[in-house]
Nanobody, 119 residues
Framework: QVQLVESGGGLVQAGGSLRLSCAAS????????MGWFRQAPGKERDFIAR????????YYADSVKGRFTISRSNSRSTVYLLMNSLKTEDTAVYYC????????????WGQGTQVTVSS
């Protein structure tokens, strides 16, 4: 059974940084692309970033490009999201996601971690 457990959320001032982690278990981690999404109150869940199984390819939403960095450690079965220059509009619940083997859809979700950016 696949489990994704996020950590690292919290309260930070605008302009600050946070690093989220997501520890995966249940299947061979390096075989699957991983991603991060976020959902603000009253809004839909939005894509933020994605990384290939090898870590060699990354994609970002325009809203976070240049500020956020996704990375992974296959030896630790963990994916990270480093968030710099945080803005109040980055406040949301952040979700880790593991894609299908075809990488065409999200197959598993984490439980989410709250990130709150204060002005």
């Amino acid at each position: 059974q696949v489990q994704l457990v996020e950590s690292g959320g919290g309260l930070v001032q605008a302009g600050g940084s946070l690093r989220l982690s997501c520890a995966a278990s249940g299947r061979t981690f390096s075989n699957y692309a991983m991603g991060w999404f976020r959902q603000a109150p009253g809004k839909e869940r939005d894509f933020i970033a994605r990384i290939s199984g090898s870590g060699g390819t990354t994609y970002y939403a325009d809203s976070v490009k240049g500020r956020f960095t996704i990375s992974r450690s296959n030896s630790r079965s963990t994916v990270y999201l480093l968030m710099n220059s945080l803005k109040t509009e980055d406040t949301a619940v952040y979700y880790c996601a593991q894609y299908s083997v075809s990488a065409t859809y999200v197959q598993y979700w984490g439980q989410g971690t709250q990130v709150t950016v204060s002005s």
